[in-house]
């Protein structure tokens, strides 16, 4: 299976990281994960999209972020943080309640397996 | 008015010459003046204070404190006078207003230009031209309170008695300085011209009460007598108080607390405008009659008075202030609230007090015995508060003070103790209120963020709902015990501004959660999916995922309904994030475990075991409130073998995550107690297992006492239970926490099964119809008919549902299963516990701890970025490698 879930143009000095199979990941729980020092929160959403933002939960510095709900607000999918419920788009990171936001990395999807672009 | 003050800003803003400020005087307002400028940065302002005393500004309003010991009155931040900007000149007294070459003239012969100069002279204690008078004492600096401290003890050493004090005027101050005078050792009578104490203050009935309450503590008063004369002895040592009535009382010591006269002296061979009874004239903006010449404090006068108290004073300084820095704010007005500071005795007056409005309404409650005396002053249509008096009893007084001005929410017989327990009716939140104190953000902050309106006027998009309400006001984003006050707000808010209130819980669902609730269980439906599909509220909301609020609270009901374990079936994703752990995370990602000890009562076994499980795992232990033991600092991969050792042992979970039955406390009943009448322990523990796992709207707590001594507290429960030697009797509706409500008695003398049918039955009609995050408390306050409805249906099966209500129960007790003994059964259940989907067992490297008194706590952020030492985490686990390409990539 060879499937292109979602792919954003990755700055030159990336790479991509394989983090697990995309079988792992259930639909709307999220799961952290560890690339190189990095944490990042993986989310399945319907339709085999896959998000990757910061596991590191802004406001507290927690690494919680993938325990936190999946919704959307209007047509944006969100997460909201466990600890005090600020509101992210999955997209791009930011903070839809107004603060700092999430990094946001391009994710894609490799004969089932799922790949994480990160700085090399 | 502003332009000039801005031109003039203009004029000598120029930094190579700082606009010069000279204050006349060291008293509180000069202070609080100074501070307002030195808040706001000292660019371009050079500010000189002349100070007659020798203390750098003091909190006069403390003054009998200083009577009582020595204290250090000193105000606000020593900092503020090393300022370079700011010179502090003690001990200059001003004798010469200079208005033509703008400068004023020290006794010591220094002129100090200006462009600016404020009177801050404030007032002189008034002595009473009676023969004599010059032997008397005043009370009004921190040098007469040392007087008064040092001559107190010379003459009680003189006497070799306690010396008599005679203190002339029944007002604040002079029940003040008889106090003090009193703690001082000496024997203190107030003197009173008019017929009661604090007649400026209190009407005759709440000046007798308050007689009544200061002469039981030992001070004598005379009221309705002038004095006429102070007689001394030849070496002209005073002797006592001669009284219009002929009446001599010994004093040794006599000081004078009739009043203050504005020290209006150098305004006054200035030219000033000095109001009829004296103090500089000033408009709204504390200008005097002079450009450039401002007033504030007790030498001014506004509307031709001149006040001795501290809060007007100080809005007089900030007014100033804003004023020489080119702003517009103005001077509201007196504000002549007072409260006295008599330890012991309570006596509040604030508004149109001795009801001078015309047509104005008393409503009055006396109780001589307990010396209390109540008075509201109402307009005439008796909803709209003026003022009122409170003696004897001040607990309603903070609540109410806010409201002056506006309609009452209740009867205004309500808010005085005589209607019972002293509860203030429920009301409307005064803007000044704190509602959210974590972010200490005020009721009217969150008004305003409702309309749109910042808090510094400006306008922006309204918040109509409460995630923009929450991120626009910022209140309820921390602990969020507010969130349900703040809803409340915006709901009364938008039906104020004529906006139909959403009932819907959030922008998925259109409806509430016993709307939800109903037809979840009319269809039968499972899944949140399906729900959505089905309600919906638009065709965006049907195609999105739900949201942080619809989630958890479907959720919920789904446990309710179907009583199956909370993370199967895609429910997991609907849990919050305590549900989604089926334990509790702490600020730092870590969770806390509370194992289920029914009705408080364990075994040394299973505490061995609990110790052992702590001692394993590193974990910091707390007792909780609720006579359970709380293990914090276990990480989300810990947590299925912390309870596979919990399990084993005969431990359950405590639900402490849900929200669900947390905990039944219980005292040790008649087992044990000599005056217990039940056996409320074995209560407990039925009902415990009774009602654990129950999913409802909020947490919700019970207790069970052995008698009416009520060492449960159980009335501070959401089911309440307490013995009587008939049975046991039931009250609903009681909660701790950020705000408090006692539960109210539903039914008495019960006998074991009636009693637990009746909760049954509340408890299930509560998870039916209340809203989410709505505790018992404040539903019974939202259902019309409140108690008595609950009454109704409960006992009296009104709504023909108590059948329903108790099989629903009964399939709750039937289905519940220990949710981690169900969790440790099923290997697809524990994959939700792992740390990394790459790494399912290696630690979160992030989690930095620290040793505090013997266990492990979570370092601060300014521990971990000082370097502190990472404690308790055990060696790093490789990472593991996915199946699949590119393994190389993962190494860490």
Redesign the interface.
């Known amino acids: 299976m060879t499937e292109l879930i979602l792919q954003r143009p990755a700055p030159s000095s990336t790479r991509w990281a394989a983090v697990c199979r995309l079988d792992d990941l259930e639909e709307c729980w999220g799961e952290a994960a560890l690339v190189g020092r990095e944490q990042i929160a993986l989310f399945r959403l319907p339709g085999d999209q896959v998000h990757a933002v910061g596991n590191i939960d802004p406001r507290t510095r927690a690494a919680v972020m993938a325990r936190g709900i999946v919704g959307s607000r209007g047509s944006l999918a969100t997460i909201a943080s466990p600890l005090h419920k600020e509101v992210y788009d999955l997209a791009s990171g930011a903070c839809l309640s107004g603060g700092e936001g999430l990094g946001a990395y391009p994710v894609r999807c490799v004969d089932g397996v799922v790949e994480v672009c990160i700085a090399a | 008015m502003s332009e000039t003050r801005s031109a003039r800003h203009a004029e000598t803003g120029a930094a190579s010459q700082p606009r010069r400020v000279v204050v006349v005087g060291g008293g509180p307002a000069a202070h609080r003046f100074v501070e307002a400028l030195w808040r706001r940065g000292m660019d371009g302002l050079h500010i000189t204070v002349l100070a007659e005393e020798t203390h750098a500004p003091y909190d006069r309003v403390a003054l009998s404190t200083a009577l009582t010991g020595e204290v250090d009155l000193g105000l606000g931040e020593p900092l503020m006078w090393r300022e370079p900007a700011i010179r502090l000149v003690t001990g200059e007294r001003a004798v010469r207003l200079d208005l033509a070459a703008r400068c004023v003239e020290g006794a010591s012969g220094e002129k100090y230009a200006y462009d600016d100069v404020v009177l801050a002279t404030g007032s002189d204690a008034v002595r009473l031209p009676l023969p004599g008078a010059e032997h008397a004492a005043v009370y009004r600096t921190l040098d007469d309170v040392q007087w008064l401290r040092s001559e107190t003890s010379r003459l009680a050493a003189g006497l070799g008695r306690e010396p008599h004090a005679v203190v002339i005027g029944g007002g604040l101050l002079g029940l003040e300085a008889a106090g003090g005078l009193q703690q001082l050792g000496a024997a203190s009578t107030v003197v009173n011209r008019a017929g009661w104490l604090m007649n400026a203050q209190l009407d005759q009935g709440g000046g007798q009460a308050l007689g009544r309450l200061i002469s039981a503590k030992g001070l004598g008063i005379h009221c309705g007598g002038a004095p006429v004369a102070i007689q001394t002895d030849d070496d002209g040592g005073v002797t006592g108080v001669a009284l219009g009535d002929g009446t001599v009382l010994p004093a040794d010591l006599v000081v004078f607390a009739v009043g203050i006269r504005p020290r209006d002296e150098l305004a006054r061979a200035a030219g000033l405008e000095i109001a009829p009874r004296g103090g500089v004239v000033i408009s709204a903006a504390c200008e005097t009659s002079m450009p450039g010449v401002w007033a504030i404090g007790e030498v001014a006068s506004y509307d031709g008075v001149s006040m001795g108290l501290v809060a007007p004073a100080n809005a007089m300084a900030e007014v100033c202030a804003d004023g020489i820095l080119g702003g517009v704010s103005t001077f509201p007005g007196f504000d002549t609230a007072t409260k006295l500071k008599l330890s012991g005795v309570e006596v509040a007056s604030f508004g149109d007090a001795l009801a001078e409005t015309e047509g104005s309404l008393e409503i009055v409650y006396a109780d001589p015995a307990r010396g209390l005396y109540q008075k509201l002053v109402v307009t005439d249509d008796a909803r709209t508060l003026l003022g009122g008096i409170f003696v004897g009893d001040a607990a309603p007084y903070s609540a109410l003070r806010p409201l002056l001005g506006r309609e009452l929410p209740a009867e205004p017989g309500a808010y005085l103790s005589s209607a019972g327990g002293g509860d203030a009716p429920p009301s409307e939140l005064p803007d000044d209120v704190i509602l959210c104190s974590c972010n200490n953000v005020t009721a009217g902050a969150c008004r305003s963020a409702v309309h749109g309106l910042g808090t510094d006027g400006s306008e922006g998009e309204p918040a109509l709902d409460m995630?923009s309400l929450?991120?626009?006001s910022r209140a309820g984003?921390?602990c969020?015990s507010c969130v349900p006050m703040l809803k409340k707000l915006l709901d009364s808010e938008l039906t104020k501004a004529g906006r139909t209130v959403p009932k819907g819980i959030c922008?998925?669902f259109a409806m509430s959660r016993p709307e939800l609730f109903e037809a979840i269980q009319a269809l039968d439906l499972a899944s949140f999916q399906e729900i959505l599909l089905r309600f919906g509220a638009s065709e965006?909301?049907k195609?999105?995922?739900?949201?942080?609020i619809c989630?958890?609270a479907i959720g919920s009901i789904l446990a309710t309904q179907r009583g199956e374990y909370v993370l199967d079936g895609?429910r997991?994703?609907?849990q919050?994030?305590n549900d989604?752990?089926l334990a509790n995370?702490q600020?730092?990602?870590t969770y806390s475990v509370v194992p289920r000890i029914p009705g408080g009562e364990i075994t040394p076994q299973k505490l061995a075991v609990i110790a052992q499980v702590a001692e394993q795992f590193g974990l910091y232990v707390k007792l909780t409130g609720a006579l359970r033991i709380d293990l914090f600092g276990a990480r989300?991969e810990q947590l299925p073998e912390i309870w596979k050792i919990l399990v084993e042992a005969g431990f359950e979970s405590g639900q402490a995550y849900g929200k669900a039955l947390r905990n039944v406390k219980s005292c040790v009943g008649s087992t044990w107690c000599r005056f217990g009448v039940q056996d409320s322990v074995a209560m407990a523990i039925d009902l415990e297992l009774r009602y654990r796992g129950l999913r409802a709207p909020h947490k919700f707590k019970m207790g069970v006492s052995g008698c009416a001594r009520e060492c449960a507290e159980a009335r501070s429960k959401d089911v309440g239970v307490i013995a009587t030697d008939q049975g046991w009797n039931l009250y609903v509706g009681g909660n701790g926490g950020f705000q408090p409500a006692h539960a109210q008695l539903l039914a008495q003398d019960l006998d074991g099964p009636t009693l637990i049918r009746y909760i049954d039955r509340y408890l299930m009609y509560y998870i039916r119809t209340a809203d989410r995050m709505q505790r018992t408390a404040r539903w019974m306050d939202d259902l019309e008919g409140g108690l008595d409805h609950v009454r109704d249906v409960v006992i009296d099966d009104s709504l023909g549902i108590a059948a329903d209500l108790e099989a629903a129960m009964a399939r709750h007790v039937e289905h519940y299963e220990d949710e981690w003994a169900a969790t440790l059964k099923d290997p697809d259940r524990l994959r939700?516990f792992?740390?990394?989907?790459?790494?399912p067992d290696?630690a979160?490297q992030?989690?930095v701890l620290v040793e505090e008194r013997g266990q492990r706590r979570p370092a601060t952020?300014e521990e971990?970025d000082a370097g502190a030492a990472r404690v308790g985490l055990g060696a790093v686990i490789p990472?593991r490698v996915?199946?699949?390409?590119?393994?190389g990539?993962?190494e860490?």
């Open positions: 995630p929450k991120a626009c984003t921390q969020g922008e998925h965006e909301a195609a999105g995922h739900g949201c942080d989630k958890p895609g997991g994703t609907l919050d994030t989604r752990a995370m600020r730092n990602g989300l939700r792992r740390s990394f989907v790459n790494a290696a979160d992030s989690i952020q971990i990472v996915p199946t699949g390409p590119a393994p990539s993962l860490d």
